[in-house]
């Protein structure tokens, strides 16, 4: 099945230590677990001269993605650059370039996928080189990082092949950049790549952030245990965290073209398509240096706890998992023994109870909306909602209410019915009674 990209956004008020994050599928893609590049011949090269080409011509990609895969892992900038189109002086150099800024990533494999079958329309881009030209209708590159990623990170991309003197080479990968075609990007496309390390952290940025980020190293290793805590150790207790240079860079690696003004740091990864069970892969936390140094120590430590909160659940998390349930239960870890008053924390929410205007429903995925005007008591009641179920029934049932509706197959509503039922042995309406109740007596 299809995957979808999801992008969390920690949103931090500046004037309130809060948080919220927000849902939002910005791609599809259909990643392979795969260490080789794969090409679809199509049918035997002797039915007609057509089909024989490019059957020649699937084989030469083949080699050429393989040449360049290998390039990357052993850092060979000629074999890299031999698969680069010569006569595109401004893209080799593009492509040294990002070469050189990815030399210090850790890479244990770099490897294509590449589907034969199917071509782009060619546009009048594609068509200005004056040569034979392919463009494929799906491509993916699949890295990983050594030790930390379990499975492969995909990035789709939308590359221009070419054929001068009986070779192919690549020539582009920004031909068909429109909405939905546009290729993904790292942070290697932005600048020079360093990197800091914690225990169980490895933090990639840029050569002006290094300070930021030895900082962001200790300070998400220092979350693990808080996060083990609660979800406990079955989890790979790792993660990758990019310091982009700036809050458009961070727009880029996350693909929101959206308002990321009051981000502090999003967490990344492609889960199954609603329904069906958590499938996920890849992962990635991003801080937002624009905002990152607004936020208190206590502010930040609460941001990456929340984070990597997501990163130890996305094993149990579908697409399908309620927002509420999802956002509720980071805030609940991240939140956990930091010493903020639940009137700081749920003040937007707190108005509303005060004014009689209490919700009659847990928040519906809607209101999670970046536009949503609801946002803050959304997340605010989400938490709220798992504080109830921890205070009432434990912590560990909060957990195994969160596994329970997060690897079920059944839709949303019915996932909850059940959890509900099975665990907390109460049925929906009398839990939104419960709730509602739990509003009015902590923030009244």
Not at 59 to 77: E, K, P, Y
Request: aromatic residues 8%; hydrophobic residues 40%.
């Amino acid at each position: 099945m299809p995957r979808r990209y999801g992008v969390i956004l920690a949103i931090v008020p500046v004037l309130a230590v809060g948080l919220a994050d927000a849902v939002v599928a910005v791609r599809s893609a259909t990643p392979t677990r795969t260490h080789a590049v794969h090409a679809t011949p199509g049918p035997h090269p002797t039915v007609n001269a057509q089909v024989r080409s490019a059957a020649l011509r699937a084989l030469a990609v083949r080699d050429l993605l393989a040449r360049r895969g290998d390039a990357v892992l052993h850092h060979n900038l000629p074999e890299f650059l031999s698969t680069v189109d010569p006569a595109q002086p401004a893209f080799v150099k593009e492509q040294r370039r990002e070469f050189t800024n990815m030399a210090r990533v850790p890479f244990a494999a770099w490897s294509y996928d590449v589907n034969g079958d199917g071509s782009m329309p060619l546009n009048m881009q594609a068509l200005r080189y004056g040569v034979t030209v392919w463009a494929p209708q799906a491509f993916t590159l699949h890295y990983e990082i050594r030790g930390f990623d379990v499975q492969p990170t995909s990035l789709t991309q939308y590359p221009t092949f070419v054929q001068r003197g009986g070779h192919w080479y690549i020539a582009s990968f920004d031909d068909f950049n429109t909405p939905g075609q546009r290729s993904d990007v790292d942070i290697w496309d932005f600048g020079p790549v360093r990197v800091a390390r914690a225990p169980g952290v490895l933090v990639l940025g840029h050569p002006s952030s290094t300070s930021l980020m030895q900082t962001v190293a200790q300070q998400a290793s220092a979350a693990i245990p808080r996060v083990n805590a609660v979800w406990g150790r079955d989890w790979p207790r790792r993660v990758v965290v990019l310091v982009p240079s700036s809050q458009k860079e961070l727009a880029q690696l996350v693909d929101d073209s959206g308002d990321l003004s009051q981000i502090a740091a999003v967490a990344s990864a492609e889960v199954q398509d609603c329904p069906g069970p958590p499938d996920p892969v890849g992962g990635r936390v991003g801080i937002n240096p624009a905002n990152w140094n607004k936020l208190s120590t206590l502010g930040q430590r609460i941001v990456l706890t929340h984070e990597l909160t997501h990163v130890a659940t996305r094993s149990d998390t579908g697409s399908c998992t309620p927002t509420w349930l999802v956002e509720g239960f980071a805030d609940y870890v991240g939140y956990l023994d930091s010493g903020v008053p639940v009137s700081v924390i749920a003040q937007e929410l707190g108005h509303d109870v005060r004014a009689g205007r209490a919700p009659h429903a847990l928040p519906p995925d809607s209101q999670f909306a970046g536009s949503s005007p609801r946002l803050a008591q959304a997340y605010e009641g989400g938490w709220m909602a798992c504080r109830l179920i921890a205070s009432r029934w434990g912590a560990s049932t909060l957990v195994r209410f969160y596994r329970a509706v997060g690897t079920s197959a059944l839709t949303p509503s019915d996932a909850v019915a059940s959890a509900m039922t099975s665990l907390l042995h109460v049925t929906p309406s009398r839990f939104v009674a419960l709730w509602r109740a739990y509003l009015r007596a902590q923030l009244s």
